[in-house]
């Protein structure tokens, strides 16, 4: 049986929060429930009121509360499950005396503050209080001191700590939101040591986190020194002392994999933690798939995207508006095309389309009708039985139009940006990157014709310059910059990146594709788009059909090479090291090894202020190694998973996710049908888009060291 992603474990936990922490309406059957035994987490069903009603309720996050839920929830499910309204804990709210409330926040001193606050003016009936992750025993006495000199113990019926302090974008992909300065954080010399301390406990609640939610202890694998080391460590720990230590162990309740509570490595997934200076390029690279290009494009945050889209079809000179778009779980074309790349996505809206025109006029002839709009009741040609199988199937047929609308929007915007920036030839070129000499690259820094937007060619060069074997004197670096400045952008970034180029070369793998690109021939349109364009207007009466022939105009069709990214690399050299290449295991022989379930294998955890000024990778203000650790025996180096959880610390990628999951789907049929699922979970400390990353860190980091 194939277990559940993240997302549903994350949902299933937060359905029971909002259903007052009731996992079933029967309580004594779950030890009998054939989910838990198959270690998935019960589905929890509305409790009701006296009415048979559900309990209805306010719901109060903080900001981290907001993001966790808005990421997989909508308004509608909040409503299913009894949620009248939803607020923000620091915005001004007003009473509703008669309705209890749930808090999902962070146990902080300040939220702390304001929960007491709201029950000392009643503002709720009663409260349930649940804590995103373990509040410490200090807070915690202080607010029970609060709330008893306030002597409102009787307004609070729960207080819970529910391990949810990550936020979660795609089925197995996730965040720890910590914001888009970890990097620079972790890097800089002016950083402050508190600064240093609370992040690294911070990335360690919220990796811990992640593990309470799927249900098992995970062996840790990470590289000598560095933030990847420490946290490791830390998180070993903080495992080993709950287990030890803990009244009611996390992981050997209800609703947990069965599996955890042996001690078999093989059946445990495998921890990755790596440092972000492992590879750099996925954080500045053009990717051809279509999350990655929403998330560059359209700039995606917490899976919604703003969309600027005509007025009106008919008369473009109204103007244009933004639309705010969600792409959730529900949304059948994402789920299916989330990592295509873009020109497979072109060609499947043509195949939905024709699908959707064909299954409605098979609606309507059925019933008599000349279009869907006709289907009335009131239609004396219709006969009432396929009048009643029409308007049964109209909701789904509206809802497909609704998403097929939606992602044709999208694809246009997509295409706008792709042609205003010439993002296909930058992918092209980085394709082949290795290939391009000096000369070719200072040729295209200086060519006013070649994209519109300097950083791109910003990006483009970073990850030349990281990924070239060819050396760069000081006088040719300095008519590069001379070239990038006066295209416009802005070259601080490259005084940090000269710094760690030395560092990241060492640790990068770069990969042979295992295909021929490709690639079709130059102006070739995009084969899916034309066929759209040709037809949609037939298909799709006020879409967007007559506007594509402008805009795929000189586009390129082709399909990316195959080929694995360096964290992949590593990953498959883990999980898989009997198929891994020989330089793949080199770089990763001396990973260390924690296995929080083992006397043995554990590490020290020195403070990381101590560490970092040890400098042992090399970079200014980097952190260092933490002591000796525990180096892996040979058979804990060959043991292979078939699950495994890869978390970069400083930042992640939407190509790295896409790339592990590729990898996983590709090995997985290649291993034939009996063999085990492979299964990559990817986190990070945040995911961050190359504009960001470049701007708000590289850039920031080289002012530091000018």
Known sequence: MQSQSLRDRQVASLEKILNLNHASPEPSTVHHDPAAANGLIPKATPILNSDGDPIWKVLVFDNLGRDVISSVLRVNDLRGW??????????????????????????????????????????????????????????????????????????????????????????????????????WALNSANAKDEEIDTLVERIVSGLFSVVVTMGVIPIIRCPRGGAAEMIAAKLDRK???????????????????????????????????????????????????????????????????????????????????????????????????????????????????????DDANEITQKAGASSLEDLQTDNPNT????????????????????????????????????????????????????????????????????????????????IWFLSTEQEVSRAEMERFEEALTKAGADTTALVYVKKVREVTRMTMMTSAPTQPAQQSTGGELFKGFSSISNRLTGQLPGALGTNFENLISGVKNFLPVNKDITITKIVESLMDPTSASSSAIAKTEDYLYFDPRSANARGTTPAPSQSRHQQASGIPGALGSLGPGTQASFGQRRQGFSEAIVFTVGGGSMDEYGNLQDWAKRTSAASGATAPKRRVVYGSTEIVNAEDFVVGELARLGQEDK
Request: glycine share 4%; proline share 6%; net charge negative.
């Open 82 to 183: 009894g949620v009248t309204i939803h607020l923000n804990l620091n915005s001004p709210r007003h009473p509703i005396p008669d309705v209890p409330v749930l808090y999902l926040v962070e146990p902080t001193a300040t939220n702390l503050a304001l929960i007491n606050q709201d029950l000392s003016k009643s503002l709720y009936s009663e409260a349930y209080i649940n804590f995103l992750s373990s509040i410490p025993r200090p807070l915690m006495e202080d607010f029970a001191a609060q709330i008893a000199e306030a002597g409102t113990a009787e307004s609070i019926s729960q207080v819970y700590d529910q391990y949810l302090n990550f936020v979660v974008a795609e089925p197995d992909l996730f965040s720890l939101s910590l914001g888009k300065e970890t990097y």
């Open 239 to 357: 495992l080993r002392d709950h287990i030890l230590n803990s009244k009611d162990n996390l992981f050997s309740s209800q609703g947990q994999r069965s599996s955890t509570t042996g001690g078999t490595p093989s059946s445990r997934p495998v921890l990755v933690i790596v440092d972000r200076n492992v590879d750099l390029i996925p954080m500045l690279s053009h990717s051809w798939t279509y999350q990655s290009l929403v998330h560059d494009v359209l700039k995606m945050h917490l899976n919604r995207i703003t969309v600027e889209t005509p007025i009106d079809e008919e008369n473009p000179a109204r103007g244009r508006t933004k639309k705010a778009y969600d792409l959730t779980s529900k949304d059948f074309f994402w789920s299916r095309n989330a990592g295509v790349p873009f020109p497979q996505v072109a060609e499947d809206i043509d195949t939905e389309l024709t699908k959707y025109k």
């Open 383 to 462: 006969s009432a039985q396929h009048l009643k199988a029409a308007i049964t199937l109209l909701p789904e047929l509206r809802e497909r139009k609704a998403v097929l609308d939606m992602h044709m929007n999208i694809a246009t915007a997509l295409l706008k940006g792709i042609k205003d920036r010439q993002l296909d030839n930058f992918f092209q070129i980085e394709e082949n990157i290795t290939k391009q000499t000096k000369a070719m690259m200072l040729e295209l820094l200086n060519d006013s014709s070649k994209g519109t937007q300097p950083m791109d060619k910003l990006r483009l060069f970073i």
